[in-house]
């Protein structure tokens, strides 16, 4: 992985390349090549690139990229025509008052100024990215500083209450091979896919009954159609104890079987130390389609990585939103231990299914083939005696009909 790739640091425009997050890294396969940008460069953001070979590396302007009044459009490129590609924006962190406990953010109306504040992901500042990557396991997170936060409502925009001391956190992880995270939700993975997890740590709340959301916006090249979501249920919790679900959110390459992806389990942890205790639900709200005309007139994308790739072309791009909310009612809130921890799979190729493993479906077989076996021996043991005693019988009657002559 590299960070900022390119950036000269005698670049006079400030700040300079040690406060923008650019976190570049490839997926080298035998043919083709994933490019991965991560960044919190304007809006906290993923861009997936797939190459048609292997010799391919990311050009970025930095000149244009590190001044926030210019036209962010086409300052990121590669040095080769991309197969296909993808982005995923996170814009806002929305905080609602549940005072009625229904852990469902759909329940309130935008317009109550009382019960909504919104958090712009893209006016928060971000720490340097090398202070938190791990090289030899390939994971790196891009956290925020703690720092006042903007609030906004349906109405206006000012200083939230209290100054933050917490830290919102996006952690991405590749892979090399094929396997399981080792902490729960288990996700699967494979050299294709990278896992985010997203970490809301010891936010001040505006409400003693606050709930957090989060607003996202997925991507393609592809222009024929919206994306796509689809969830399937299991008869399996192996991996994620009391979770039978799982909501595959994915972009359609048109002509070809597939392309990018969002993968989770409805779930996310209220501690560091992940259980099915401390598990709560994570909610979606459907998948609201971006047309053309609208986002043409939504300059706020414009401040993130997919744009400075896509350019203006981003506003006819296949496009949609969702947000995804956390919580339980009587879970007592985000307040009971201000941590909140949720786990994505970000890929491409076909989502991930869960199957039935091999240790369960030796149990189930062995559960039900003994009894099998058993009422098959007794079959047999009952045909054989029976058999044995009509021969018996046979036999006894033989020798008097013998004795009688």
Not at 136 to 141: E, G
């Amino acid at each position: 992985m590299q960070i900022n790739p390119g950036c000269d640091t005698s670049i006079p425009h400030p700040p300079a390349c040690d406060m923008k997050n650019i976190v570049y890294a490839k997926a080298e396969g035998p043919t083709d090549t994933i490019h991965y940008i991560f960044s919190t460069i304007g809006y906290p953001s993923v861009l997936t690139v797939l190459a048609p070979d292997t010799s391919g590396k990311v050009i970025i302007d930095w000149n244009k990229l590190l001044n926030d009044t210019t036209d962010w459009a086409r300052t990121v490129n590669f040095t080769f025509e991309p197969v296909y590609s993808y982005g995923m924006i996170f814009r806002r962190l929305y905080e609602y008052n549940d005072h009625n406990d229904k852990a469902d953010m759909s329940a309130y109306s935008p317009e109550q100024n009382d019960t909504w504040k919104i958090h712009d992901l893209k006016d928060m500042k971000w720490q340097p990215a090398d202070k938190f990557i791990d090289q030899r396991h390939h994971v790196v997170t891009l956290q925020s500083m703690p720092q006042e936060w903007m609030c906004k409502n349906h109405t206006e925009v000012y200083p939230c209450k209290s100054n933050q001391t917490g830290t919102i956190s996006f952690v991405w992880s590749l892979f090399g091979n094929n396997g399981r995270s080792s902490v729960l939700p288990h996700l699967e993975y494979n050299s294709n896919i990278t896992h985010m997890d997203l970490v809301i740590d010891n936010i001040k709340p505006e409400y003693s009954k606050s709930r957090f959301a989060m607003e996202m916006f997925l991507m393609s090249s592809d222009k024929k159609s919206h994306t796509q979501s689809k969830d399937t249920k299991s008869i399996d919790d192996e991996y994620s104890p009391g979770v039978f679900k799982m909501t595959d959110w994915s972009t359609n390459m048109g002509d070809r079987p597939f392309g990018g992806f969002i993968q989770w389990k409805p779930v996310c942890y209220y501690k560091s130390a992940r259980g099915r205790e401390n598990a709560s639900k994570v909610r979606k709200y459907g998948f609201v389609p971006k047309d053309a005309a609208a986002m043409k007139k939504d300059f706020s994308l414009q401040y993130s990585v997919p744009y400075a790739f896509f350019g203006a072309r981003l506003h006819t791009l296949s496009m949609n939103a969702t947000n995804v909310s956390f919580g339980l009612p009587k879970d007592k809130f985000y307040s009971k231990t201000s941590y909140t921890a949720w786990t994505a799979s970000v890929g491409y190729g076909n989502p991930p299914v869960d199957k039935v493993s091999d240790v369960i479906t030796i149990v189930i077989a062995t559960g039900l083939g003994i009894p099998v076996i058993l009422i098959i021996v007794g079959a047999i043991y009952l045909f054989i005696k029976k058999r044995l005693a009509k021969n018996k019988v046979m036999k006894d009657i033989t020798e008097s009909y013998s004795q009688i002559q």
